[in-house]
């Protein structure tokens, strides 16, 4: 007998894991068009893998964070969008830019095994930990799906720092400065557990933040080691 329980319709609908022409297009578009409201600084390349699986994990100013992010790497980024804007026309082209739809607010856990089969096809994986724009009000606590993840695969997480793009448009006709910092890989210890690597991820990706955009990760607890 069938277990409808275990039926998503997300399944009958096709995922790509490279980079596809149409979204290597859009993207040089996009990067050309963003290159006149924005200035893209990044420091610590070095730190990013050319190969193999890698999880991203940013803090999550506004919804332009996306680009800036993608254009400082080589590499393709896969990311979860909100499972409402696959409900649209956009659906098919969110799909081929390697999008997948995450339900927010519950335990998705189709999003989450979508998310383990990027990385094991040896991509990488863009998260945003807290889960939700912050807007320029400092980190939120982040949910443990990212750490888990790596913890999963086996595979390193690349904290990375975000400024500046709430700054969009808003010293037009000058460009906003968009800094995107790479910081030194986070490797899953033996020990660690899904809370201890979130904490570890997001008190380093903190220190690397303007003070006013450390949110609840500002201090520093007694005795944590980064």
């Known amino acids: 007998m069938t277990n409808l329980t275990s039926f998503d319709p997300r399944d009958k609908k096709t995922f790509v894991f490279h980079a596809t022409t149409l979204r290597k297009v859009l993207l040089a578009l996009v990067q050309a068009a963003l290159s006149l409201v924005m200035e ?5 390349r ?23 992010m993608q254009f400082a790497l080589p590499r393709p980024i896969f990311y979860m969008g909100k499972a ?18 995450v339900y927010r607010g519950e335990k998705d856990e189709w999003a989450m095994r979508h998310a383990a089969k990027v990385l094991a096809h040896g991509q990488t994986l863009g998260m945003f930990p807290e889960g939700t724009r912050s807007k320029g ?7 443990t799906g990212t750490a888990r993840l790596a913890l999963e695969a086996n595979c390193p997480i690349i904290p990375m720092a975000v400024t500046g793009t709430d700054t969009f448009f808003k010293k037009f006709p000058r460009r906003a ?3 995107i910092k790479l910081l030194p890989p986070i490797l899953p210890r033996p020990n660690d557990t899904p809370l201890s690597l979130t904490d570890h991820l ?25």
């Not at 893209?40 to 610590?44: D, I, P, S, T």
């Not at 409402?84 to 739809?101: Q, T, V």
Request: hydrophobic share 45%; charged share 20%; net charge negative.
């Open 40 to 44: 893209l600084r990044v420091e610590g």
């Open 46 to 68: 070095e730190n990013y893998p050319l190969d193999g699986p890698v999880v991203i994990a940013a803090n999550h100013n506004t919804n332009f964070d996306v680009f800036p």
């Open 84 to 101: 409402e804007l696959f409900n649209i026309a956009l659906d098919p082209l969110l799909r081929s830019l390697g999008a997948f739809p």
């Open 137 to 143: 009000r400092g980190l939120n606590v982040a949910k």
């Open 177 to 179: 400065l968009v800094t």
């Open 202 to 226: 997001m008190f380093t990706l903190a220190a690397d933040l303007p003070e006013s955009l450390r949110g609840v990760y500002a201090e520093l607890p007694k005795g944590f080691g980064r």
